[in-house]
């Protein structure tokens, strides 16, 4: 056997590359396999949060940087000051994850991590900009926004944010309370809210969020979260980090480039919430069925499949964005009539038909008959 063969090699060394080698390296199932990790890039500084909301105590609690049980909704006239409870919403610092994954992966000998970048994935194997790779599984995380913008059939939006943790000098944050969607600034046509994470009373991340078709230029960010500040007591602040992303919220069937051999993971494969950007807990989750999936010899492609909460976010991609600007009314609907419990279990693909309907019945039906009929025909 070539020593440049592995039984699966992994391309991209983000969240769900990190993931999936390390519940590849630590189930006994694969102790005998041999595992190759391709990443671009050295992860040694904090790029960018993750934030999730569950019930108990989760498998990565370790590195939970901060979590609250509160949450305030503030859209079109109507705001919400409620209980996480059953959950908890917590946040980690991908530095924090990165260093986590880097020590327990080097702990495994059948695991071999080069920093290279892939340039080419073909059937059976990788080639880098150095070497090529055989592997009999080729898992990628690697992200081309190209297949999106050569497609038309379903519609792209992006939640793009820029945010900045701020140092304040009096008191003005509440510590166990998040700031979930504060809709309360101009939407300028399109869907507009202000996130924030509080980290003590002097101390939260800011991000100036939007779901839309295209991103802005930076200062307009800066100026939101420099307005939303100067309405607060903050006596003066300090900027201590910063950071910005670019989520794609689309139905596009990532899936359809996998094969028998090479599986698309992460954003890459499909695998954000087309509807609220929200990626890490859903890659959490994956990477744990994917395992399992390995264990029965079946092909990649088998492994993505659409259930009902696929076609609710279609619908609902559909309408927002056909009309952008009334995003925050949307939101406004399904937080005004439902309790939160339902809501997070919606968004979590984790309630029932009936709780199901009743959010269905918070919107405005003839916008969805409307989405419906023309997806269609």
């Known amino acids: 056997m070539s020593k440049n063969h592995y039984d699966y090699i992994i391309c991209g060394g983000g ?33 960018r949060t993750w934030c999730f909301w569950e019930s108990d105590e989760g498998d990565l609690e370790e590195i939970v940087h901060k979590n609250w049980n509160r949450a305030y909704f503030n859209a079109d006239g109507f705001d919400l000051d409620f209980s996480m409870e059953p959950f908890q919403y917590k946040m980690i610092r991908s530095l924090d994850f990165y260093r986590s994954m880097k020590k327990k992966l080097s702990e495994f000998d059948h695991l071999t991590r080069i920093r290279e970048k892939v340039i ?24 081309d926004p190209k297949r999106l913008d050569q497609q038309k059939k379903y519609p792209v939006l992006l939640q ?42 002097n101390t939260a991340l800011i991000e100036y969020t939007l779901f839309s078709k295209n991103v802005l230029e930076r200062k307009e960010y800066l100026d939101a979260i420099g307005a939303f500040l100067s309405q607060l007591p903050t006596g003066g602040y300090e900027v201590i980090e910063e950071e910005e992303g670019k989520i794609p919220m689309t139905c596009y069937r990532f899936d359809s480039e996998n094969s028998a051999k090479i599986l698309h993971i992460g954003t890459a494969g499909g695998w954000t919430k087309p509807s609220t950007g929200y990626t890490f807990q859903r890659i959490n989750e ?27 976010d279609l619908l609902f991609i559909d309408v927002l964005a056909r009309n952008n600007e009334n995003g925050a009314k949307l939101f406004k609907r399904m937080f005004e009539k439902n309790s939160p419990e339902v809501i997070f ?16 019945r918070s919107f405005e039906v003839w916008q969805f008959v409307n989405a419906l009929w023309k997806r269609i025909f």
Request: aromatic letters at 14%; glycine letters at 4%.
């Open 15 to 47: 969240a769900s590359g990190l993931l999936l080698a390390f519940r590849l390296c630590k189930d006994p199932y694969f102790k005998d396999q041999s595992i190759l990790l391709i990443e671009k890039d050295t992860k040694n500084i904090n790029d």
């Open 120 to 143: 080419r994935i073909d059937e059976d194997h990788v080639t880098t900009e150095v070497q090529t790779f055989h592997g009999d599984k080729i898992f990628s995380s690697i992200y």
């Open 160 to 201: 793009h944010f820029v945010g900045q943790v701020v140092q304040t000098k009096k008191p003005c944050f509440e510590p166990k309370k998040i700031d979930f969607m504060n809709f309360n600034v101009p939407q300028k046509g399109n869907t507009r809210f202000m996130y924030v994470l509080p980290l003590n009373a």
């Open 286 to 312: 994956k990477t744990k069925e994917l395992i399992d999936f390995l264990k029965k010899g079946q092909p990649l492609s088998r492994f993505s499949r659409r259930n009902r909460f696929w076609y609710y």
């Open 345 to 360: 279990n919606f968004l979590d693909e984790k309630s029932s038909f009936l709780q199901e309907f009743q959010i269905m």
